[in-house]
């Protein structure tokens, strides 16, 4: 089939499913891919009928076009023939670049600064799939389709190395699944420890101490430094912490019950349908409890914010610190953590926490969600002008299978890439976003840049639309860990200081 005929046939089976609505697929998050279930569909010789030749028509407008790109391609139960063409252009392997760890500086006071722009690297070969159903689509609590076969999924399987929990100590593990922490990173924690024992926190060298990662023992209470929700004062703190929970359960008092008012409804109705789609794979997500609070939480900041209103993403974005502020009351892995063992204190102080600090996250990203999302338009663009100068060639294949980048960037920038990564990296991407300058609206365009070059071989490789969009929005980064995640910021790191001062450079 020509690419046309395979672009148009994606597009249509895909935004006629749920029409004017944003589909949900977690690529980082689904279970490897099943080789049985490619060799089944060779073995079919399903073949899709013949497209009828032509170009496929565009969106006028950016509202149309973001509703047929639906913001993540979700594979139906009907879509055998799809399934068919797809896996002929699938790598079952794909060749991960890890790194490995900086070997430890002569002068401890250099760590952190070399970390910034220096790491060692090696080819390491990780099998991976890229092509999965989502299981947003089965109710809570019923068997999904995947688990049936899993024990003979897993025998059909390559040998991988362990496999990291999608949560669980997320700053003490790399990808080969070592928890031991090493005399550098308890040195860094000491400094850490000794930073913010002081009367006042000095915040520039929290900033920098932080660039690296944070030691898990005291990234709550940094991260709350950073996002400006608690201040550098050590002896206010308490106070404001008081002051800031019984001002959010005020706004529960007095907006929450008009949920179920009519000018509400929508809003309300939209955020309860999103709450289980939030990390379907993570049981601690799935709890009732947990679901309550994020529909809290989502719902007072959308009321309390009339200009953008709730947005589908947004739900993806208290995830994190309701995580971390979790670990601040336990010692044990989170992923399984029945929350109500906890005291109701501590649940309300984790959900006032974490709604404050995400609604000083969105205070500078707040033209994303905005009508016609402005600022992901602009940060699209962006990207695709700083891809072109970097990596010409990756620009060109896609432009030569006619793959726009909002197809793709759109979620990267609505969704700031948790969904094209496992949570325990997404938390470690933050901890360098908060202690960068506009992280999270800024220095996210050149991790977006890096995060799309560091797949230049995958992408090459791919020879039609549809095999390019299969890949980009299923990338295979379920094993990723620290390593990975040092790597890319390093790279973006380098980007920015070669193009965020140079704008002749940074534009054709």
């Known amino acids: ?160 190395p362990p496999v990291i929990p999608l949560v669980a100590r997320m700053a003490d593990q790399n990808t080969s699944g070592t928890p031991a922490m090493t005399e550098r990173e308890a040195s860094r924690l000491d400094k850490f420890k000794h930073l913010l024992a002081g009367p006042n926190t000095d915040l520039e060298e929290l900033r920098k101490l932080s660039w690296s990662g944070i030691p898990r ?102 995830t994190p610190f309701f995580v971390v502020y979790v670990f601040e009351y336990i010692e044990e892995e989170v992923e399984n ?36 999302q402005p600022g992901i338009q602009r940060k699209v663009k962006a990207l695709e002008e700083l891809v072109s100068r970097i990596d010409e060639s990756v620009h060109r294949h896609m432009q030569q299978y006619e793959v726009e980048y909002l197809q793709f960037a759109f979620r990267w920038m609505n969704n700031l890439l948790m969904r094209e990564l496992p949570l325990r990296c997404t938390i470690r991407l933050w901890d360098t976003y908060q202690a960068e300058p506009e992280g999270f609206s800024h220095f996210h365009l050149y991790v977006c840049a890096a995060f799309l070059v560091r797949w230049r071989k995958e992408i090459l490789e791919e020879r039609d639309f549809q095999g390019l969009m299969i890949l980009l929005q299923n990338l295979p980064t379920m094993h990723w860990g620290n390593e990975e995640v040092s790597v890319l910021l390093a790279e973006a790191y380098r980007l920015k200081f070669a193009f965020a001062d140079a704008p002749n450079h940074y534009k054709r």
């Open 337 to 372: 953590f029945d929350v109500s063992s906890l005291q109701e204190e501590a649940l309300r102080n984790i959900e006032a926490d974490s709604f404050w600090c995400m609604s000083k996250l969105l205070d500078g990203i707040q033209d994303n969600y905005t009508f016609a």
């Open 217 to 318: 023992q005291v990234r709550p209470i940094t991260w709350k430094l950073l996002s400006g929700y608690l201040p550098a004062n050590a002896e206010r703190r308490e106070s404001v912490l008081q002051r800031k929970r019984q001002e959010y359960f005020g706004f529960i008092q007095q907006y929450y019950d008009s949920r179920n008012d009519e000018h509400h409804q929508d809003t309300y109705r939209q955020i309860h349908i999103d709450i289980p789609r939030t990390n379907p794979l993570i049981p601690l997500f799935q709890q009732a409890s947990v679901q309550e609070i994020f529909e809290r939480i989502l719902f007072i900041w959308a009321i309390r914010h009339p200009a953008s209103g709730y947005v589908q993403g947004i739900n993806d974005l208290v």
């Open 1 to 160: 089939m020509s690419s046309d005929g395979n672009r148009k046939q994606f597009w249509k089976r895909n935004a006629a499913k749920v029409p004017g609505s944003i589909q949900h697929v977690y690529g980082a998050q689904h279970p490897p891919f099943d080789p049985l279930l490619h060799a089944n569909l060779i073995k079919a010789g399903n073949r899709p009928p013949p497209a009828t030749p032509g170009k496929p028509k565009k969106a006028t407008t950016f509202q149309e076009f973001e509703s047929i790109t639906s913001d993540a391609w979700d594979v139906g139960d009907d879509d055998d023939e799809l399934l068919a063409m797809a896996a002929q252009n699938l790598n079952i392997e794909v060749v991960m670049e890890t790194a490995n760890k900086q070997e430890e500086e002569e002068e401890e006071e250099e760590d952190d600064e070399e970390d910034r722009v220096s790491f060692g690297s090696q080819s390491s070969p990780y099998p991976d799939g890229r092509m999965v159903k989502s299981h947003s689509e089965a109710p809570i609590g019923s068997p999904k389709a995947g688990e049936c076969a899993a024990l003979h999924r897993q025998q059909s399987l390559p040998h991988r």
